[in-house]
């Protein structure tokens, strides 16, 4: 294994360094410097569009958003019907909702459908307490829970690798890429993680790695991770058919990157190849070679 690494450190750029032909078609774009910070800005706008889309689909969002959402309904519908049953204003519509007794004493002065008014008003006002327990009920269970903490950690993580540029995105964390990550982290390289065990992933973060939980072949995955900023990608999956689809993928998202694509045998290494891999490594081969080279 020592081996694979050390082939791999020579691969994967180093941080300080970039494979110019792979740039070079980009270079002559960024010599002009208003042509830089129009990019600039269009990629902050995307950063900021594609995280805020990120945290509304984290799954504690998604349960706090439904009581949230009920709750805007029923009070846009008591307004309205506020205002067509007795013809106010918006202000006082909402304010209706907010101070019952005020509906007493509009009457008292107005003439107009007072029983249907009040009846209407207990309906809403009882929507409104229903929703709000819900949304009560969704918060509590998830702080005693732990699911705010953790979604707050995910959050703060994804705000993380939004930022990173250069950075090398590790498919996999086994033997095979924790190994990699350790090494290449030494290296001084910021290294994403992407895994679909949550177990796995929970130990990639303890272990001081960003992570992002999701199947590598999926685009919104890889964009998740920052696939087109990044430098490097190791496809590390105890999968050959599942690193090829990898490589495909990321190839196409960002064909500046290095990628870098583990096979279990020699009759992937074409195949690799043609997906868009720079470099195809055969641990067993490489490990072989290397133990026949000590005997």
Sequence with gaps: MGAVVSELSAVVPAPNRHPTDKFITVAPFFRQKGNADTVRATRQRRMSTRYLGLLANRPFLRRASRPAFAFVVIFGLGVAGFMILVNVGVVDAAFWLLDPTSIELYFQTHAGPVELTKVYALVVRSGLIVTSLWAGETVLSAAFGGQIRTEVQLARAQRHIMKLTDHTVICGYGMFGRTIARRLAADGHDIVVIETDTAVAEQAREEGYLVVEGDARRDSVLEECGIERARSLVAAVDDSNV????????????????VVVRVGNEMYESLANRAGADRVVIPEVISGEDVAGYL
Aim: cysteine-free; proline content about 6%.
């Design 243 to 258: 690193n090829v689809q990898i490589a495909i993928s990321s190839s196409q998202l960002a064909p500046s990157l290095t």
